[in-house]
């Protein structure tokens, strides 16, 4: 008589192997919730942080912070004091105060010296929510310095009939860096276990198909070759009501997981690409060579913070003692930020040799870019021309960082180095087609020299987070002897820049370029 062993019988034992394949669901729903979990305690600490620090501001003294002068006073340095104390025991990035003038939010003191009623472009509709009914709300964007969320609170005070009004939004802020580091780690972690479990599955289930399950897992061994041989998504048609059926389902569950993975990991290389190509194009963009006008000594830098940069230079010769100036500096990162640079680099060129003027170059390329540039983008530029035989300076400015103005002969009654400020309306271009830009003039001596740079030099930071600053750079200026070429000149300042920074990574583009009347 022959003895039936029933199939579960021969299979209990390597079925308990076989259950590491459920590790991967497990893996996914143990993810899910450790950093769902996370999310929480780190919106409930944003939030805390924002109303702790809304309703425990005085009111008193942040009213006395009015004009941007006041940063430097020990009034906003309290408030700053305040809010850095909370943003280092919330464990934050930053913390700050905005009022509301209008339709436009303004900084009114922060954690990091953001300044004085310096207009703050990235309102959402939550702070505008946040002011009418009182109420805190997360808040999601993104600027120049990368992706941010939080919470904001507004402060609430009585009226003098007694009734509650807003009279300011108190922000706390983290990076999304920060969330998606933690999600990464804790891929990490589960990774080996999803990977170790498949891999010993996938050779006892082989094992099993030589000495108990023959044609059905030949099957699964063909199916494993497939993978092998880089098919990912390749599928097993095993019709089977048992726990083979279900092995085979669970294979081909792994094998459509590794396929989506592969292609993720196909699109990441190929936006890889894309960023080499970008940058590229963008190196040829820049003069390959300085151009030689008489009368005039020049030269620049240009370094970005990753494979493509928001920063640009270029040298024109726009006749035959005239030589061309632009600076700029596009808002954003990455591929968009490359591909508005380059457009605004041909439409500043292009109208360059079409207009003598520099605010008409500026006035043209402007509603150009407004044309075509995405909202929330903009560019902010300058562009000079300076003829080396009359030494005469005519600029205009759409929202760039004041160029220096370095005498040859230093008077003790003039300032030194010399902002070279620009009057009228000065907003960056493709924000308002409309901007009209004016010409400044400028009469120059043998011996002074230009300095243009991007707010990477200033706003370059150290590991303890202090920026290096407009008053560290005109300290150098003065100490720097009179006859300095603009290729020491320039050396000198990213030395400086270098030994403030130390260790610490780039945070910007940094673009530098000087001009010399010889």
Same mark, same amino acid.
């Given at each position: 008589?022959?003895?039936?062993?029933?199939?579960?019988?021969?299979?209990?034992?390597?079925?308990?192997?076989?259950?590491?394949?459920?590790?991967?669901?497990?893996?996914?729903?143990?993810?899910? *919730?450790?950093? =769902?979990?996370?999310? @929480? $305690?780190?919106?409930?600490?944003?939030? #805390?942080?924002?109303?702790?620090? +809304?309703?425990?501001?005085?009111?008193?003294?942040?009213?006395?912070?009015?004009?941007?002068?006041?940063?430097?006073?020990?009034?906003?340095?309290?408030?700053?004091?305040?809010?850095?104390?909370?943003?280092?025991?919330?464990?934050?990035?930053?913390?700050?105060?905005?009022?509301?003038?209008?339709?436009?939010?303004?900084?009114?003191?922060?954690?990091?010296?953001?300044?004085?009623?310096?207009?703050?472009?990235?309102?959402?509709?939550?702070?505008?929510?946040?002011? *009418?009914?009182? =109420?805190?709300?997360? @808040? $999601?964007?993104?600027?120049?310095?990368? #992706?941010?969320?939080?919470?904001? +609170?507004?402060?609430?005070?009585?009226?003098?009939?007694?009734?509650?009004?807003?009279?300011?939004?108190?922000?706390?802020?983290?990076?999304?860096?920060?969330?998606?580091?933690?999600?990464?780690?804790?891929?990490?972690?589960?990774?080996?276990?999803?990977?170790?479990?498949?891999?010993?599955?996938?050779?006892?289930?082989?094992?099993?198909?030589?000495?108990?399950?023959?044609?059905?897992?030949?099957?699964?061994?063909?199916?494993?070759?497939?993978?092998?041989?880089?098919?990912?998504?390749?599928?097993?048609?095993?019709?089977?009501?048992?726990?083979?059926?279900?092995?085979?389902?669970?294979?081909?569950?792994?094998?459509?997981?590794?396929?989506?993975?592969?292609?993720?990991?196909?699109?990441?290389?190929?936006?890889?690409?894309?960023?080499?190509?970008?940058?590229?194009?963008?190196?040829?963009?820049?003069?390959?060579?300085?151009?030689?006008?008489?009368?005039?000594?020049?030269?620049?830098?240009?370094?970005?913070?990753?494979?493509?940069?928001?920063?640009?230079?270029?040298?024109?010769?726009?006749?035959?003692?005239?030589?061309?100036?632009?600076?700029?500096?596009?808002?954003?990162?990455?591929?968009?930020?490359?591909?508005?640079?380059?457009?605004?680099?041909?439409?500043?060129?292009?109208?360059?040799?079409?207009?003598?003027?520099?605010?008409?170059?500026?006035?043209?390329?402007?509603?150009?870019?407004?044309?075509?540039?995405?909202?929330?983008?903009?560019?902010?530029?300058?562009?000079?021309?300076?003829?080396?035989?009359?030494?005469?300076?005519?600029?205009?400015?759409?929202?760039?960082?004041?160029?220096?103005?370095?005498?040859?002969?230093?008077?003790?009654?003039?300032?030194?180095?010399?902002?070279?400020?620009?009057?009228?309306?000065?907003?960056?271009?493709?924000?308002?087609?409309?901007?009209?830009?004016?010409?400044?003039?400028?009469?120059?001596?043998?011996?002074?020299?230009?300095?243009?740079?991007?707010?990477?030099?200033?706003?370059?930071?150290?590991?303890?987070?202090?920026?290096?600053?407009?008053?560290?750079?005109?300290?150098?200026?003065?100490?720097?002897?009179?006859?300095?070429?603009?290729?020491?000149?320039?050396?000198?300042?990213?030395?400086?820049?270098?030994?403030?920074?130390?260790?610490?990574?780039?945070?910007?583009?940094?673009?530098?370029?000087?001009?010399?009347?010889?």
């Amino acid at each position: 008589m022959k003895i039936r062993i029933p199939l579960y019988l021969k299979i209990v034992v390597p079925m308990i192997v076989l259950i590491v394949i459920t590790v991967g669901y497990s893996g996914y729903r143990v993810f899910k *919730e450790s950093t =769902q979990r996370w999310q @929480t $305690q780190l919106d409930a600490r944003l939030k #805390s942080a924002a109303e702790y620090a +809304a309703s425990g501001v005085n009111i008193d003294t942040l009213k006395l912070l009015h004009a941007p002068t006041d940063i430097d006073t020990e009034t906003y340095e309290q408030m700053r004091q305040y809010l850095e104390q909370i943003t280092f025991a919330g464990n934050l990035e930053w913390m700050g105060i905005y009022y509301r003038d209008g339709d436009m939010f303004y900084y009114w003191a922060d954690s990091g010296y953001t300044g004085v009623s310096s207009p703050f472009f990235y309102a959402t509709a939550e702070h505008l929510a946040a002011y *009418e009914d009182m =109420q805190s709300h997360r @808040t $999601q964007y993104s600027d120049e310095y990368g #992706s941010w969320y939080g919470f904001v +609170a507004p402060i609430i005070v009585k009226d003098e009939n007694g009734q509650p009004q807003v009279l300011g939004l108190v922000e706390a802020l983290n990076t999304a860096e920060t969330r998606n580091l933690l999600q990464q780690d804790t891929l990490n972690n589960i990774m080996p276990i999803l990977v170790g479990g498949s891999v010993l599955a996938v050779v006892l289930s082989l094992l099993l198909a030589i000495f108990t399950f023959n044609r059905p897992l030949l099957q699964l061994q063909h199916g494993a070759l497939a993978l092998a041989k880089g098919k990912f998504g390749y599928t097993i048609d095993l019709k089977s009501n048992d726990e083979l059926g279900e092995l085979a389902d669970t294979f081909n569950l792994m094998s459509t997981q590794l396929e989506q993975l592969y292609l993720e990991r196909t699109e990441r290389e190929r936006m890889q690409r894309e960023l080499e190509i970008a940058h590229n194009v963008q190196q040829a963009l820049f003069p390959s060579q300085l151009p030689q006008v008489p009368g005039l000594e020049v030269a620049a830098f240009c370094r970005p913070h990753r494979e493509t940069s928001g920063d640009f230079y270029d040298l024109l010769v726009v006749g035959e003692t005239r030589l061309g100036i632009v600076v700029g500096d596009v808002s954003g990162k990455s591929i968009p930020a490359a591909m508005l640079m380059v457009a605004a680099h041909s439409a500043i060129r292009s109208e360059a040799f079409d207009h003598p003027s520099p605010a008409e170059v500026l006035d043209q390329s402007n509603v150009l870019l407004c044309r075509d540039v995405p909202r929330g983008m903009f560019v902010a530029a300058s562009y000079a021309a300076i003829d080396g035989r009359t030494r005469e300076m005519v600029w205009a400015n759409a929202g760039q960082i004041y160029p220096f103005l370095l005498h040859r002969v230093r008077l003790s009654s003039e300032q030194y180095p010399r902002y070279l400020e620009t009057t009228g309306m000065a907003l960056p271009l493709g924000m308002e087609p409309t901007v009209k830009y004016q010409d400044q003039r400028q009469a120059l001596q043998p011996g002074d020299t230009v300095l243009f740079y991007t707010d990477g030099v200033v706003e370059a930071m150290n590991h303890e987070r202090e920026l290096y600053g407009f008053e560290r750079l005109e300290a150098l200026v003065q100490s720097l002897p009179q006859d300095l070429s603009p290729q020491a000149l320039i050396d000198a300042v990213l030395a400086d820049v270098a030994g403030f920074v130390g260790p610490a990574e780039q945070h910007d583009d940094i673009t530098i370029v000087a001009v010399k009347v010889t």
